[in-house]
């Protein structure tokens, strides 16, 4: 039986923002995993960690207007707990470990489909590390749905942007399906870069309903196993498409995850460095074509600008780039360095739509995405 209990932070929010609101808070592990959502009239109460406080600023603006952060002091909203026997494996868990160390036990973890990556070599968690086996027999026991937990072992890193991960217990095997806001993704975490923790901000993308879905063709020019386009794809089915990644495995399951989402029309999936893309053959088929860009590689995204004067649409074309940008000013240093790098790479920009923080990234910088339309000079 579920015993009722009583979180300190309540999110209330209108029940048909909850699709689009849930994720956010999911990605920004916001969410007091030890509770079950409840609801109150129209209303979804999503119970929150204590400090989201701190991360209150990082709201995106159409979220804000909709969500209502609530203090439960008083204990006026009642949450039950989830499935007992969670609450058993958790006990069994917090016996194994000594109890000064139960207040590093991360909140929650990175969740890829049957997948949990745990990271416990930040400074501050290494003295979880002799526990690593307990706290992973702890995540599969608590969730019949998690099969495998893999451990960050290092940096992202190469050109592939891959990540090595430890194998940790469970079934060893790095191949999964996710699946997100309807759409399912089949991907290898070992060969690929993955996140699953932008869930909000690619569903934000998808939705948009603008004029340059209609104008030309769309092209994602970092597009990994696919989560971008193929959600946008399966809003806008007729809409012309291209999407790119310059690691080959990346393509194999863009392709893979075009047919499993049975959108297999309109798009052309390639290999390539877009840096050479002027020598590719569907270079006349993308020329002057572009109306809409995804550039999501925020360490490097700046440096690709240049290559995209022959490929915008002649009426413009609406990007959204991603950087990673000081956390004390972020919106000031995205678009100080994204307007130079549109004079060096001879693009003027039209009109700037929205800039928002899309998640942390470390302790100096966040991860923020800027929407512009923007054109060549020539």
């Known amino acids: 039986m579920c015993i009722e209990k009583f979180p300190q932070k309540i999110a209330r929010f209108p029940k048909i923002k909850g699709n689009t609101i849930i994720p956010w808070l999911q990605d920004n592990n916001l969410l007091d995993s030890r509770y079950r959502i409840s609801h109150q009239d129209q209303f979804i109460l999503a119970p929150l960690i204590n400090e989201v406080n701190s991360q209150i600023f990082s709201l995106p603006q159409e979220i804000r207007r909709e969500i209502e952060i609530l203090n439960n002091t008083n204990n006026q909203f009642h ?27 991360p909140n929650s ?39 495998t937990v893999f451990e960050k072992a290092g940096n992202i890193e190469g050109v592939f942007r891959t990540r090595q991960l430890n194998f940790v217990c469970g079934v060893d095997d790095p191949i999964t399906t996710y699946k ?38 769309l092209w994602d020019m970092f597009c990994g196993v696919g989560p971008y386009f193929i959600q946008i794809a399966k809003k806008n089915p007729n809409m012309e498409m291209f999407a790119t990644d310059i690691n ?56 690709f600008l240049s290559i995209l004067p022959d490929f915008l649409h002649p009426k413009g074309c609406l990007i959204h780039i991603y950087q990673f940008s000081e956390k004390n000013n972020p919106f000031e240093d995205s678009k100080k ?42």
Request: a positive charge; aromatic letters at 8%; charged letters at 25%.
């Open 248 to 303: 080959p495995i990346a393509i194999k399951y863009a392709q893979k995850n075009i047919r499993l989402n049975k959108i297999t029309e309109n798009i052309i999936c390639f290999s390539q460095d877009v840096t050479q893309i002027h020598n590719s053959p569907y270079y006349s088929k993308m020329f002057h074509k572009i109306s809409r860009l995804i550039m999501n590689l925020p360490e490097k995204n700046l440096d």
């Open 337 to 378: 360095k994204f307007l130079s790098a549109l004079v060096k790479a001879d693009l003027k920009l039209d009109q700037l739509l929205n800039q928002r923080i899309v998640k942390p990234f470390s302790p100096a910088l966040d991860t923020t995405v800027i929407d512009a339309i923007i054109s060549s000079i020539n």
């Open 180 to 217: 997100e806001n309807g759409c399912r993704f089949q991907l290898n975490i070992r060969k690929i870069f993955f996140s699953p923790r932008l869930s909000y901000e690619r569903n934000r993308i998808a939705v948009l309903n603008t004029e340059f879905n209609q104008r030309g063709a």
């Open 109 to 147: 973890f990175d969740i890829i489909g049957t997948i949990v990556i745990i990271d416990l070599n930040r400074e501050n968690l290494i003295p979880l590390r002799p526990y690593l086996m307990d706290i992973g027999n702890y995540l599969i026991k608590s969730n019949p749905s998690i099969k």
């Open 79 to 105: 949450f039950s707990l989830r499935k007992k026997i969670h609450n058993n494996f958790k006990e069994e868990l917090l016996r194994k470990i000594p109890p000064k160390l139960h207040t590093l036990l």
